[in-house]
Each structure stands twice: as C-alpha cells, then as structure tokens.
C-alpha cells in the first residue's frame, strides 16, 4: 500500500487514524469526503484544453495514426481550433476559461474540438453558453467539432443546441472545417 499514489496513502491513514482515535462511522465519512475531493482533483489534472491550431504547433498534440488529426488539413486564416480533452465539469471551468481568454485577437471561427470529451456538467453547459455569448460580442462564430451521445444530449435539454444552431455541431474535423470555409466566404462575398 505505501508504493501507492500520495494522495491514496493519505486517504488511508487519515481513515486509520479516525477510526482508532474517533469511530468507524466518522472515518468513514471523513474517508469518502476526502477520497472524492482526490478523485475531483484527478479528473480535473487529466482535462486539458488548448489551442491546436497551426501557429501553435498542433502536430504536437495529434498522434501520427489518428486519422481526425490536423496535421494533414488546411485550418483557413482566420479560424481557431480548440480541443478539450477529458470531463467538462465544475472543476475545470476555470481552466477552459484561462485558454479561451488566450486567443487574441478574436478569431472569426472558433471550432471547438470534443470528440474527447465523453461527459459534461450544468457548470460545462453554463461554460459553453458564456463562450457562445462571448463570441458573439467579439463577432465571432462557434463551431463544435466530433461531440458525444451524453453532451449531445446536455445540449438538447440545455437550449443549448437551439442556440449555437444545429448546422454549427458537427460530427468531425472535416465537416467543421468545411462549414468555418462555409460562414468565413459569407462573409466575404459581396451582399
């Protein structure tokens, strides 16, 4: 047991030492607040959010045998893309928050990757309708890239599908580069 994890360890001996020193009832209790605040931190150590666009070496984060990977695509002048690897919940809010705010200036497209990203929470949902209001102040457009069944359906219930708008959540990194091609010729073609 000592060849675990630090925090593993702690959890242990704080339950030990509770169970001799106070009861079983409150060591327990005590041992599964702190084993799920360790699990919190755990889930929130493993997300990770950034941007793999050319400029910031995105050939880095992609695998050569992934065949969703950037490497081999053209991401147009004008277009961010962000990926979110991990659980969206309350606990990284405020590091998806922290990566947003790095993107300067504001680009035209934003495509939000997250095909890796297999649940999320009310604070994610929250999270994603203040990104979608931001980018709409800065004028820029929200694209979701690869989402899955359970934040698909977050989305539905949220409104917040209704409010990015079906044509901007699609299946994978081609669909999404194609609509970001799609709104940044609207955009420029004469009216």
Do not use: W, Y
């Not at 979608?132 to 989402?147: A, H, M, V």
Request: charged share 20%.
């Amino acid at each position: 047991m000592m060849r675990s994890p630090g925090g593993d360890i702690a959890v242990l001996l704080a339950t030990f030492l509770l169970t001799v020193v106070i009861d079983l009832t409150v060591a327990i209790q005590v041992g599964v607040v702190l084993a799920a605040f360790l699990f919190l931190q755990r889930m929130s150590d493993a997300t990770q959010i950034g941007s793999i666009t050319k400029d910031l070496g995105m050939a880095e984060t992609d695998e050569p045998e992934d065949p969703q990977a950037l490497s081999g695509r053209t991401v147009p002048d004008g277009v961010e893309v962000f990926e979110i690897q991990g659980t969206l919940f309350f606990g990284v809010i405020e590091q998806c928050k922290d990566a947003m705010r790095l993107v300067e200036p504001p680009p035209r497209v934003l495509i939000l990757r997250m095909r890796n990203v297999l649940t999320i929470d009310a604070s994610g949902i929250r999270a994603l309708e203040d990104l979608l209001k931001t980018s709409r102040r800065q004028g820029t457009r929200l694209i979701i890239s690869g989402i899955h069944s359970q934040p698909m359906v977050a989305f539905q219930r949220s409104g917040l599908l209704d409010s990015i708008g079906e044509a901007n959540v699609l299946g994978n990194i081609d669909e999404a580069l194609a609509r970001a091609s799609e709104i940044l010729s609207a955009r420029t073609s004469p009216q």
